[in-house]
């Protein structure tokens, strides 16, 4: 899969004047990005050229979202899927995530939350690959022998989460502890621990750009 920054995101939505607002927030992330208003269309798209991601609008005029998710599934595309729902469809986006959504985004929401929920199911999807990737290896290899799966530890997860919180909110400490569910104290805690070990790989933000604004 292509680093997140250059990933291609596949929009299926029929409103024209939403897609054109999700189109304007995938700008301030360095996505590519496609969009199709009908289901049959966005099928062809995906035989075409499968996207990293989906961000599928369930209720669509030919067809039924769930039906789009359930050929995803079929045909093992490895998408990364995040629906978009009407408040008070939560039924309904359950219902894609057990067809294999990995998350939802509920009417209206946005930039921020858009940016940084991409961003999470396209790491989740990397990891699932490198893991089905790794589990099949050991199978062909029939030696009983277990491969080292190479997950990122904890920590290391953790800082990026929290580093792409703060990018997407534009610095804004606050912002980014909201969309994250943690305390903003936390977080400034953790760019202090971070700044103080700089041979760590992950980039430190400078706390200097990180205020509340």
Known sequence: MPDIATSDILLIEDTLSMARVYL??????????RHCM?????LGEIERRPPDALLLDLRLPDMDGLDILKHIKAQRYGIAVVVITADGSLNRAIEAMREGALDFLVKPFNADRLLITLNNVLERQRLNSMVESLSGRAAANGSGDRLAIEVPPLHITERSAIEQAIRACDGNVVRAAALLQVSASTIYRKLAQWQSAPHEHLAAVDLGSAGTH
């Open 24 to 33: 304007e927030y995938l700008k301030r992330g360095s996505f590519t990005a």
């Open 38 to 42: 009908t289901g049959q269309e966005a």
